[in-house]
């Protein structure tokens, strides 16, 4: 049977390559694009998803464009970022393996430059750059462009964004006019079209799915939680998928690195990777990423940049992106390879707008989904654990001279018994970690909708407020008392927050509840008199974010002068689904005060380089 990369017109030798690669059938972008660019004659714009197999699907037709007998630069490949890169060049190393003389070499910031120019010295047919530091290279007239027949723009919205867009000019500028431009771009902005127009002529354009859409294999999820509990969410979330394998994007370098620590030490096998990290940390940390010995990557939008790591089964926006289209970025670090993935969102009420945004903008739906019960995570955890007993694979030779003193000591037990105490061994954590977790999700009411307090949860807080005031009783009346917490809007809660957080901790009903009066690192809340001995119970060994919860009647409390706040103490108690026995506290996480710096540089090609300030706004 022929081979259908054969039928394409991929050469005998390529084929054997990319075989060894597990390339069985082309992929959709491989299919169209080969036989187009093969011709050798066009520009072409492509807008496709990392991810599709697009790197093959301008390499192969490269390569059998090259003539490799010449040791002179044929083909320019720029790119965004160092990862991308390596990772374009190995690519082209690989499916060339069989071609003799084949030379490809990656020229990117952050390594010695003395290496690339001898590489590039020695003869090179395909050079595949960051834009970086082939202006540098170009600068020191180390490589001669003028036999350039084709330049690959990959992921050229990246490269825009990044602020690269004067350098591709200089670097184009010395390659002949006539050489054929092939861009590959995710989205297709209007600075992406602007390129196409100036560079090329009468490209060929291919689309695979519609313009911004994510991958088809994709699915997008939300869920709406309380700012200070998305924290809680995200470990619930990951403690709910035990064989995740996720990228976690936030918003700035700090949070990143919050994120990440509080992984950490709740005992999730996490990493940060953002900016401020030196080249070499960076490398690590995806180093680990890509050998799987990191679970949970936590970065920033402009770190995660040429993140191509296969098998990714989660992305988890913790905080939406600043623009629009990176979460087309985003998400595409999953469902590669024609794999499926979750996009997830953890958002809070006010956000839920940004979700129809994106959704008319990727042109698919968003599923609402709920953030599990303790109960729900203790289940889902004890049967993957199960699943993972029965399908271990046994080292015959290196246990069995074990079984014999383990046999003898389980001689008193029924398998049944056996098993149970296996089980148990993974689930009383679980339990005992989830014992009265409360629910993370929030409320129809609290996010002012129609729901179930009926029409005067439409009016939301504001409305509630008001009517609690106007219609409820007051401590004044003697029906009800007034209970000081230490508490607050520092602790990023709202009225509607901190009525469900009594609520669930108290187990009393929100009817229950008279006035909230939010002060800054404290509040004060009236109860009905019946229920203050339930408020006091339920909270008699509750934390929040490493503090203990103290409750007091207001009298007490304002006269002991508890105005300055709760004893805020680090590392609480032993908190953490994943934790192992002798992990560390866990540590106040959202009442830190947090920098907005915005991660807008990063080093690429060794350049810092400003974002581009047109990008799509919410
Ligand atoms: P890319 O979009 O080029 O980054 O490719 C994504 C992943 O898909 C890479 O790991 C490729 O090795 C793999 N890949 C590309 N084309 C094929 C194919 N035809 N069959 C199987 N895997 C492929």
Redesign the pocket.
């Known amino acids: 049977m022929i081979n259908p990369f054969q039928l394409l017109g991929i050469s005998d030798d390529v084929v054997n390559a ?1 075989k060894e ?7 959709p972008i ?1 299919e169209q694009a080969i036989p187009v660019l093969l011709q050798g004659n066009n520009d072409f714009v492509g807008l ?1 998803q ?8 301008f390499g192969l037709p490269l390569l059998e464009l090259i003539d490799f007998k010449s040791n002179k630069p044929q083909a320019l490949i720029l790119c965004p970022t160092r990862e991308l890169c390596l ?1 374009i060049a190995n ?1 082209l190393k690989n499916f060339s393996k069989n071609l003799s003389n084949a030379n490809i070499v990656a020229v990117y910031g952050g390594a010695s430059i003395v290496q690339q120019l001898r590489e590039i010295r020695n003869g090179v047919q395909i050079v595949v750059a960051t834009p970086g530091r082939m202006l540098d290279i170009i600068g020191r007239k180390a490589i001669d462009f003028s036999n350039v027949k084709h330049v690959v723009l990959d992921e050229a919205d990246e490269m825009l964004n990044m602020g690269f867009q004067e350098d591709i000019n200089e670097i184009l500028s010395t390659t002949p006019e006539d050489k054929k431009t092939w861009l590959f771009s995710a989205t297709m902005p209007a600075e992406v079209r602007r390129i196409a127009k100036n560079y090329m002529d009468s490209p060929v354009e291919l689309t695979m799915g519609t313009k911004n859409s994510g991958n088809a294999n994709i699915e997008h999820e939300y869920y709406v939680v309380r700012a200070r509990e998305k924290y809680d969410a995200l470990k619930r979330i990951v403690d709910f998928n035990p064989d995740i394998f996720g990228v976690v994007f936030c918003k700035t370098k700090l949070d990143t690195q919050e994120v990440a620590e509080n992984l950490i030490k709740d005992g999730y096998n996490a990493d940060a990777l953002h900016g401020d990290l030196s080249q070499q940390q960076r490398d690590k940390v995806m180093k680990r990423f890509r050998d799987r010995s990191m679970q949970l990557l936590v970065a920033t939008d402009v770190a995660a940049r040429g993140i ?1 790591v ?1 098998n990714v089964t989660h992305v988890i926006n913790y905080a939406l992106p600043d623009e629009i289209e990176s979460y087309t970025h985003r998400s595409g670090r999953t469902a ?3 794999k499926s993935g979750i996009s997830i969102c953890i958002i809070n009420a006010k956000e839920t707008g940004k979700i129809r945004q994106l959704e008319r903008i990727i042109g698919k739906p968003f599923t609402k989904a709920e953030v599990p019960g303790g109960f729900e995570v203790c289940e889902k955890q004890l049967f993957s654990l199960i699943h993972k007993v029965h399908n271990v694979e046994v080292n015959e030779s290196q246990i069995e001279q074990y079984i014999p003193r383990i046999m003898d000591e389980f001689k008193d037990l029924e398998k049944e018994e056996v098993i149970k105490r296996f089980a148990s061994l993974e689930f009383n954590r679980f339990l005992e970690y989830y014992r009265d977790a409360p629910d993370l999700n929030v409320t129809p009411y609290e996010r002012g909708e129609r729901g179930e307090r009926g029409e005067r949860s439409e009016r939301g807080e504001r409305g509630e407020r008001r009517e609690r005031g106007e219609r409820r009783g007051s401590a004044r009346d003697g029906s009800y008392t007034r209970l000081f917490i230490n508490l607050g809007a520092v602790d990023e809660f709202t009225r509607g927050d901190m009525l469900s957080f009594v609520c669930n901790h108290a187990k009393i009903s929100g009817k229950s509840v008279g006035k909230i009066d939010l002060k800054g690192v404290f509040s004060f809340f009236e109860v009905e008199n019946e229920v203050v001995d339930k408020v006091f119970g339920g909270f008699k060994s509750v934390e929040f974010n490493g503090r203990d919860v103290r409750i007091e009647r207001s009298g007490e409390a304002e006269s002991q002068g508890f105005g300055g706040g709760g004893g805020r103490r680090e590392g609480g108690r032993s908190f953490g689904a994943r934790r192992d026995s002798n992990g560390g506290g866990f540590r106040d996480f959202s009442g830190k005060s947090r920098s907005d710096r915005s991660e807008r540089s990063d080093r690429s090609g060794g350049f810092n380089k400003k974002e581009s300030s047109r990008r799509k706004k919410w």
Do not use: V
């Open positions: 990319i690669l597990g390339f069985e059938q082309p992929t491989q496709a990392t991810g599709t197999g697009k790197t093959a699907a990772q690519d191509d296969n590669r390879a024609g």
